[in-house]
């Protein structure tokens, strides 16, 4: 049995690309949540996550709030991005910034989220 890889389902903070420029680290750095981890390329498959109209999550979103967060945010699964685990994709002034895991209490509205990009 493969061991879990330790980044995912971990909240940070990233400089996701944008959808015109996905090879360039994006213009706000802003909290993704970590899905994946290719330990081969060094790279995060990340999710979007926004401030924003998190009071009606769409379908493949979800919006959660806990400690390390300073609003609720929305992750948004239909904007997902593979992004290097580089300081340049990561920090912010010098620092990364690890918000910690997804509580478990929002797992069940990760799997909704995944399994609503099928429908």
């Given amino acids: 049995m493969n061991a879990p890889k330790p980044f995912r389902l971990i909240v940070l903070y990233a400089w996701l690309p944008d ?24 790279e995060l498959l990340v999710v979007y996550g926004t401030s924003q109209q998190t009071q009606h999550p769409g379908k493949s979103e979800f919006t959660a709030h806990f400690d390390g967060l300073t609003k609720p945010t929305k992750f948004c ?8 685990a580089t300081d340049e994709y ?30």
């Fill in 19 to 42: 959808h015109n420029n996905p090879k360039i680290p994006g213009p706000k750095y802003r909290p993704v949540l970590v899905l994946d981890v290719n330990s081969n390329t060094k």
């Fill in 90 to 119: 990561l920090c912010k002034d010098g620092q990364k910034h690890i918000i910690g895991y997804l509580p478990h209490k929002y797992y069940p509205r990760v799997f909704e989220a995944i399994a609503d990009l099928d429908d």
């Fill in 77 to 84: 699964f239909t904007y997902q991005r593979w992004i290097p």
